[in-house]
């Protein structure tokens, strides 16, 4: 069965300061990889997602993540936090049969964003 | 950017009382899903729904637990006789035949069984 683990679950950065989210999979074949995210009573917005192809993935809101087979890792990364990026994020794995069918989430990384 | 309402926001209910949950998928949208979100825990899936019919549901989703599209544009999650354990967000999502990477979701309804 696939999961994920979310190792950090709740980290605090300065406002312009370098933001890394650790994601770990564990899945028997090639995953399907995303980082969703939720703001205060809002919904799960997909940030991007790793199907195939290069393992570095950029998303929305300068969001980026890198696919490591070798750690069955997913990082998500942003070189330079905002105020607006203080909210709930979660890595998701999917079937890799037909997609996002069936989504299997970590536990979630709360970010809170200091001045 | 088209999305996915649910109502109500925050639902009540009395341990064995029935309750349904709405949502309204994007309009062009063929396959749905429920997850839900116990408070401190992951989202884990429930149900995903097309064509009318059930496609694949979890461990959870037993008897006490249907979903229905009973027009065009709503569907919905019924649980037939509540438990306190299931106090929990639920989320609603879908998303189109072409688009399988993207599921856009809704806000939630936070659900609270006394």
């Known amino acids: 069965a696939q999961s994920v683990t979310q190792p950090d679950i709740h980290i605090t950065v300065s406002e312009g300061a370098s933001l890394e989210l650790r994601c770990n999979y564990s899945?028997?074949?090639?995953?399907?990889l995303f980082w969703y995210v939720q703001s205060p009573g809002q919904g799960l917005q997909l940030l991007l997602k790793?199907?195939?192809?290069?393992?570095l993935v950029q998303g929305i809101k300068g969001f980026e993540a890198e696919f490591k087979r070798s750690q069955s890792s997913f990082n998500l990364r942003k070189p330079s936090v905002h105020w607006s990026d203080a909210a709930e994020y979660f890595c998701?794995?999917?079937?890799?049969?037909?997609?996002?069918?069936?989504?299997?989430f970590g536990t979630g990384t709360r970010l809170t964003i200091i001045p | 950017e088209p999305e996915v309402t649910q109502t109500p926001s925050h639902q009540v209910t009395q341990m064995g009382q029935e309750v349904i949950l709405r949502c309204v998928p994007i309009?062009?949208?063929?396959?749905f899903y429920w997850y839900r979100q116990i408070l401190g825990q992951k989202v884990e899936f429930l149900v995903s729904?097309?064509?009318?019919?059930?496609?694949?549901k979890s461990e959870i989703f037993d008897d006490q637990f249907s979903v229905e599209r009973p027009d065009g544009s709503n569907f919905t999650l019924k649980i037939r006789s509540t438990k306190l354990e299931d106090s929990a967000m639920y989320f609603c999502?879908?998303?189109?035949?072409?688009?399988?990477?993207?599921?856009?979701f809704g806000s939630g309804t936070q659900l609270s069984v006394l």
């Open positions: 999502a879908s998303r189109d035949r072409d688009r399988r990477e993207k599921l856009f």
């Open positions: 899945y028997g074949a090639t995953p399907y």
């Open positions: 790793y199907f195939s192809g290069d393992t």
């Open positions: 998701a794995v999917g079937a890799n049969v037909f997609g996002n069918e069936k989504l299997t």
């Open positions: 309009s062009n949208h063929l396959y």
């Open positions: 729904f097309y064509n009318n019919e059930i496609s694949e």
